[in-house]
C-alpha cells in the first residue's frame, strides 16, 4: 500500500482504469458518448481525490513548520522516523535549557553569597584603618571602590533574575540625590571633581534604592571619565539631567554604548572600561518605566537626560 501513496504510481493508476473503463463502456454501449461521459465522471472524482490530498498535504507540512509534533500522525515509515528525531531533538533542547537554568540559578546564588561575604573583611578593614588612626584617603579610596563593583554584581544578578521587589513612592528628589553624592564624595573629591545641585521642590514616584544606583552608576562614570571640572545636576519639566564636562563619547558609539560589554572608544584608550555600567543605567531606566537620552561629543563632556512621565512628578512650588 505504501507504493500507491506516490502521485507518480497514483495518476499511472488512474489513467490505466480511467482507458479500461472507457473502452469498456464503449464495448457495453457502443456509443463513444456514453464512454468519454464515464470517462469524465470518473476524471472529476480523481480531480476531487487529488485536490483534497494536496490540500491535506499542505496542513501537515504547515503543522511540521511550526513544529506542532506532539498530535502528528505519521503516514509513512519515514515520516515516523523523522517525528520521532524531532520528538528526541526537541526533548534534548529542553533538558538542556533547564540544565542551563539551574546552572546559571546556582551561580547567580554563589555570587550573591560570595558578594555579601566579602563585606565583612572589607568592613573590617576600614575598622582597623579608623583604630590604627591612618589618615590615608587611598587605602579608604579602594576600598570604597571595591563596595562599588561588589553593588555592580550584585545589582547585575539581580536584574537578570527580574526578581527584584520595586518599591514606588513619593520621595524628594533632592534629598535622594544628595545622599547619592555623599556617598561617593570620597571619589569625587580624590579626582579633584566639582558637583552642582540645582534642583528645589521636586518629588518623584519611584523606587529610591535603585533610582539612586542609577544615579551612583552614572557617577562612576564621570569619576573614571573626567579629568578635571565636574558634575551639573538639574530638573527641569519631568527631566533630570545630569550633565559633565568628562571626555565624551564618539558619535558612532552612542547608538550601541548602552548594550551589554559594549566599550567602543573609550575601551581602546581606557583598559579598565568594562561596558556594564551604562548597561545597568538602561536596564533600570526600563524597570522604572523611565526613558533615557544620551548626548555627548568627544572632549567636550556628556548629558545623561533620565526622563520621569508626566504622573510620576510634582513641583512643589
Same mark, same amino acid.
Given at each position: ?15 490505466? #482504469? ?79 535549557? #533547564?540544565? %542551563? ?11 550573591? $553569597? ?23 584617603? %587611598?587605602? $579608604? ?7 562599588? &563593583? ?11 533574575? $527580574?526578581?527584584?521587589? &520595586? ?16 556617598? &561617593? ?13 540645582? =534642583? ?5 514616584? #519611584?523606587?529610591? +534604592? ?5 544615579? +551612583? ?31 565624551? =563619547? ?14 567602543? &572608544? ?20 526600563? %524597570? ?30
Amino acid at each position: 500500500m505504501d507504493t500507491l501513496k506516490n502521485k507518480g504510481d497514483l495518476l499511472a493508476l488512474a489513467l490505466g #482504469t480511467g482507458i479500461f473503463l472507457c473502452l469498456y463502456v464503449f464495448v457495453q454501449s457502443g456509443r463513444w458518448r456514453d464512454a468519454l461521459y464515464g470517462l469524465g465522471i470518473y476524471g472529476l472524482l480523481w480531480g476531487l481525490y487529488f485536490f483534497q490530498r494536496a490540500y491535506r498535504e499542505e496542513k501537515r507540512a504547515e503543522k511540521m513548520t511550526r513544529g506542532d509534533m506532539e498530535d502528528f500522525s505519521p503516514e509513512t515509515p519515514v515520516e515516523g522516523v523523522l517525528v520521532q528525531k524531532v520528538l528526541e531533538a526537541r526533548k534534548a533542547q529542553r533538558d538542556q535549557e #533547564t540544565q %542551563n537554568f539551574t546552572e546559571k540559578q546556582a551561580l547567580g546564588h554563589y555570587l550573591l $553569597r560570595w558578594s555579601h561575604q566579602m563585606k565583612t573583611p572589607m568592613a573590617a578593614l576600614l575598622a582597623w584603618l579608623d583604630a590604627q588612626e591612618i589618615e590615608d584617603k %587611598n587605602p $579608604r579610596l579602594q576600598v570604597f571602590k571595591m563596595e562599588e &563593583y561588589l553593588e555592580s554584581i550584585l545589582s547585575y544578578e539581580r536584574l537578570q533574575g $527580574r526578581d527584584t521587589d &520595586y518599591v514606588f513612592q513619593w520621595l524628594d528628589l533632592k534629598s535622594l540625590l544628595q545622599k547619592s553624592i555623599r556617598a &561617593y564624595a570620597p571619589a569625587f573629591i580624590d579626582k579633584g571633581l566639582s558637583v552642582h545641585l540645582d =534642583i528645589e521642590g521636586v518629588e518623584v514616584l #519611584t523606587d529610591g +534604592k535603585w533610582l539612586s544606583f542609577l544615579v +551612583k552608576q552614572w557617577f562612576s562614570n564621570v569619576v573614571k571619565y573626567t579629568k578635571k571640572g565636574g558634575l551639573t545636576i538639574s530638573f527641569r519639566e519631568g527631566v533630570l539631567v545630569l550633565e559633565d564636562t568628562g571626555i565624551g =563619547i564618539a558619535r558612532e558609539d552612542l547608538p550601541r554604548v548602552m548594550d551589554m560589554g559594549y566599550t567602543g &572608544y573609550i575601551g581602546r584608550d581606557y583598559e579598565k572600561s568594562t561596558g556594564i555600567g551604562l548597561y545597568l543605567i538602561k536596564e533600570i531606566a526600563q %524597570n522604572l518605566n523611565l526613558d533615557l537620552d544620551l548626548e555627548s561629543k568627544l572632549g567636550q563632556g556628556t548629558s545623561l537626560s533620565i526622563i520621569f512621565p508626566g504622573e510620576s512628578y510634582r513641583m512643589s512650588h
